[in-house]
């Protein structure tokens, strides 16, 4: 390597040769475009870009250079310069993104290995079907009315129409409390919720109530001594039995989709006159019927329609006993047993699963279903 | 109801089956509760023993390898010769008319008929039994023809006669759900008129069987007085009384054989002529009648009510005791006979000497055979009829059919003297809009209509009287519908209306209600409570609130605990478990006792729901009337007489409530959690709540246990762990946690709206003090007063850490706190917020004797 010039002598100098420059702006371009990494990449700046590379000590040169000579030399070396600098910035930028992509790639993790620490919880399918079907009728301007489980006798059987001589009254299984005589029960509908309401509200009432009610029942795949009801109560000037008919069928929507609807026939219920049986086409068939048939329904057992529950209208003298005038208002009552509902809907298979507790019960639904 | 019987009543149509029956009677509103018979299919035939040889097996059973002659069936037309079979039963002889299955038929039940080896030889057939082929429930042995329907009737049939057709298997029988006010279908009659009204009532398509020529009362029969002393409610016990009596009856008679079948098909034993004949005739007009041995009775037939002290002994020999309420045939008015309408008396029982009967028809009120029947525990045929209403006017009809069925098959002579002491009361008409049952229903009924559809159920319906209109006509039941005779019978009508002219008319309109509030804030707040549990990692259940009295020792509670106060249920399940909850916490340990027997070992449940706290013994609550709203004071004896029951919630958790895993081992539940719980329900309902330890709150750890409450000192619940000798005697594992609290106090407090505090946007100071405290400080007490002496700047507190061990003394624990300052108005300075901390620290030490370290 010679010495800067220091005199105006012009001497050739070898480093500032065009073909030299080119040679030496080809090596480093070679070097850049070979470095595979970062630290590679530094190292041939070092050697191509630094105080001592040839490029570097063609630019000295330049200053010996007679004036004549220097520009066309600067200009030269310097665009030699400038091309390696772009291609260093390229190579670096390429360089950089390859190391933030493996970084990336050396960070990955297996997410199919468990997250929850904590289990999660579920509500109850019984109280997540209530909440369901209140939902709706809220939704359509209802009420939602409670009374307690532990009830008087009065309220229970007598104010509904069921004297203490009533036939249907031995239908009913009763929790009597001691001593026998108190005069109290435990529920066994959640009618005297109704009661309760229509002695202390002015109608219009449109209320519907879900609760735990209580008959003497063991255990078994159809009957358990603690069930659920749901029981939707109207009163009102000018309810018909096709507005009870309409409650019914929105009811039936809500709980099994919008295909189904329902079917209606004579019965007898000591609360209601005149009374109504409904059944309602059934949800998974749509009606069909598969009776005796290999493809036979199991939800509603082949007949195409599923027994909903009794209703009808609310009886003149309970709504008189309620002190509510039967010649100015009427009003209809209907109820369905959530157990069952739940049943039908999700294919439970009994009571047992329901009451036991077992938390592969309740976590099947978690806090909505 | 067999359908040929119904056939006779009524017209079914060609070939109605009786699927197609009952179809028809659910559209006039009967439940159809079962469907049997006609489930046979030949050849079933009649035969006769040609041979038989007798053997006895090495099991020592009876074999007879039999020749029957059955006509031209089976191998007669074959192989040209006699039927053999192989026959288990003895009770035949060589001569008898048997009834006999050929292969290819198929027996109710599916159960199909082929030729097969039996007992060393081939069997074609079989000689049948009666259960069999669906007649009855004998299986004594096989069926004798002669023996089944007499010598006479028997002399006719030829072997190879149909069999099916002669004994009627092909009738199918329907049984009916008869509800509460349909007491008039508990007959074929009721049942037959139903469905000819399903039929559209077509004129002269029914033939009532209780229209008969009855002779009138006429003072010559057995003497009957009526000395009802104490009628229930004003009903007097008996208002119609016939007695007839038939002398000369052949006690040797059989019942015939087509009244047995029926009787059978209905699900009743013959027994003897003189007790089918009267529940035939029951079983026809829905009229029960009782058959006295006259030779038994001394004098005249007396109904009054029971005596202190009387006691019967009924047909099916139970010595009861009589109660005032009960209503009694008595001979001579000493004697009981019979408990009116429910069951008679051993000592006048028809018997097989008996020759002279006397026929009771007669007329009980409802309510009083009803209490007799469920105090006596008696559901008989009878009781059932009464205690729904039987047709006053079917009375002496039905005594006549019975006289009438005694004399031609039993070969009696009826006497001349007729008893009819009739007290009954013409009904009167009531005055119906007939525009009401297209109010009710909802759908539009001419006027015609309605008339008519009354008169087909016949009522009599004046559309001329006094008070009629053009709106109005006056209408009277029949007798057989005391339903429709109370006070308001016009939903009754337009039920009746709407029943015949068809349910399925009835459109559907959904109601709109006008205004509706949505969920209450306590309901809505329930529910916030109960997804918070569950978000939190609790899986909700729902538990049987019945508790053993030993509940309350095992959670070891003191002995004037109200919590003890519990409400006993007289007629329990189970005798183990006869009280109701006080807490939700004692049913809910059955739940994860449940759960980690069935090998869950971390279990985190909750459950909402109500307790019961009687506070003291069930005071009596009152019965007021029903006819009008009791008054206001009645009213509110009447809430008040019904124990507080509070809604509570209990949270249980057991084992680990977080798992080990790739990040490290899993953490056990403990007390925190529990408290943890409480608080988080009480951070959604945004309920600020204290904390402090309570070392005298079972079933809890002394050591382990938070009370917990509102700011104002409102006791909210508990939580922590349970006691270890609770745990020990619910049989739970150790180290189980559990809270509970009131919900209704939760709710409550999150009534008011919140008021929002003003908050600054200054910068906050943040500074650090550890404090050295002796072992028994508590920390709430700790940051409280902490608390007070930062004064008003101190936005934030934290307990960031907790230090006991070897660095510090000996029973002292180090507690490290993070005050977070911020003034409203401006950037606190370095020297503010160190005053701050000091008087703090100050605070603290005074309360509480805590030293800077
Ligand atoms: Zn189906």
Known sequence: MSAPNSNYDPVEVSALDPANVDAALADALAAVAGATDLDDLKTVRIAHQGDKSPLALANREIGALPPTAKAEAGKRVGQARGKLGQAFAARQSVLEAERDERILVDERVDVSVPALRRRPGARHPIELTAQRLVDAFVGMGWEVAEGPELESEWLNFDALNLGPDHPARQMQDTFFLDPVDSGLVLRTQTSPVQIRTMLEQEPPIYIVAPGKVYRTDDLDATHTPVFHQIECLAIDKGLTMAHLRGALDAFVRIMFGPDTRTRVRANYFPFTEP????????????????????????????????????????????????????????????????????????????????????IRFSQQFGMGA | MPLSWLAEITDLPQGASGADVAASLVSVGLEEEDLHGGDLTGPLVVGRVLEVEETVQKNGKPIRYCVVDVGHHGQQVTEGKHQEIVCGATNFAVGDLVVVVLPGAVLPGGFAISARKTYGRMSNGMICAEDEIGLGHDHDGIIVLERLLGDKAAADLQPGDDAIALLGLADETLETNVTPDRGYCLSVRGLAREYWHSQGSPAGGYRDPAVVEVPAGNGGGHPVRLEDEAPIAGNAGCDRFVARVVRGIDPGRPTPAWMQKRLTQMGM??????????NYVMLAVGQPLHAYDLATLDGPIVVRRARPGETLTTLDDVARKLRPDDLLITDSGERPLAIAGVMGGASSEVGPATSDVLVEAAHFDPTTVARSSRRHRLVTEASKRFERGVDPGVTAAAAQLAVDLLVEHGGGTPDPGVTDIDHTTTRSAYRLDVTEPSRIVGVDYPRDRVVGILRDLGCVVEESGEGSDDRHVLVTPPSWRPDLDNDSPAPDYAEEVARIDGYHRIPSVTPTPSEGRGLTHGQKARRLVADSLAAAGYTEVLSYPFVAAEIADHFGLPADDERRLAVRVANPLSEERPLLRTTVLSSLVDVL???????????????????????????????????????????????????????????????????????????????????????????????????????DHAPWHPGRCARITLTDGTLVGH?????????????????????????????????????????STYPPALTDVALLVAGAVAAADVEAALRAGAGEALERIVLFDVYEGERIEPDHRSLAYRLTFRAPDRTLTTEEVNGFRDAAVAAAAEATGAVQR
């Open chain 1, 275 to 358: 009374s109504m049986e409904t059944d309602f086409l059934c949800f998974v068939c749509h009606g069909a019927e598969t009776w005796g048939t290999a493809e036979q329904c199991r939800t509603c057992g082949g007949s195409g329609w599923i027994e909903l529950g009794g209703s009808g209208m609310v009886n003149r003298k309970v709504l008189r006993t309620c002190g509510i005038d039967p010649d100015v208002y009427s009003g209809f009552a209907f109820g369905l047993g959530i157990e069952r509902a739940l049943m039908l809907r999700h294919g439970v298979q009994g009571m047992h699963e329901m009451v036991e507790g077992d």
């Open chain 2, 269 to 278: 034993r013959p027994i003897s002529l003189a007790v089918d004949v009267t």
């Open chain 2, 719 to 759: 939580a922590g762990e349970l006691h270890p000798k609770a745990l020990a005697a619910l049989e739970l594992p150790a180290r189980t946690v559990a809270a509970e609290f009131d919900l209704d106090v939760l709710t409550a407090a999150s009534e008011a709206p919140v008021q929002v505090r003003p908050f």
């Open chain 2, 593 to 695: 006792r449940r759960n980690l027997a069935r090998g869950h070992k971390d279990v985190a449940l909750y459950e909402v729901g109500l307790v019961f706290r009687p506070g003291g013994p069930l005071e009596r609550a009152p019965i007021p009337g029903v006819a009008s709203r009791p008054d206001r004071a009645s009213l509110e004896q009447l809430y008040a007489a019904v124990p507080d029951q509070p809604r509570r919630a209990a949270v249980v958790a057991s084992g680990q409530i977080e798992q080990a895993g790739w990040w490290g081992p899993g953490r056990t539940a403990d007390w925190s959690d529990m408290v943890a719980a409480v608080q988080t329900v009480a951070a959604a309902l945004a309920v600020p709540v204290l904390v402090e330890s309570d070392a």
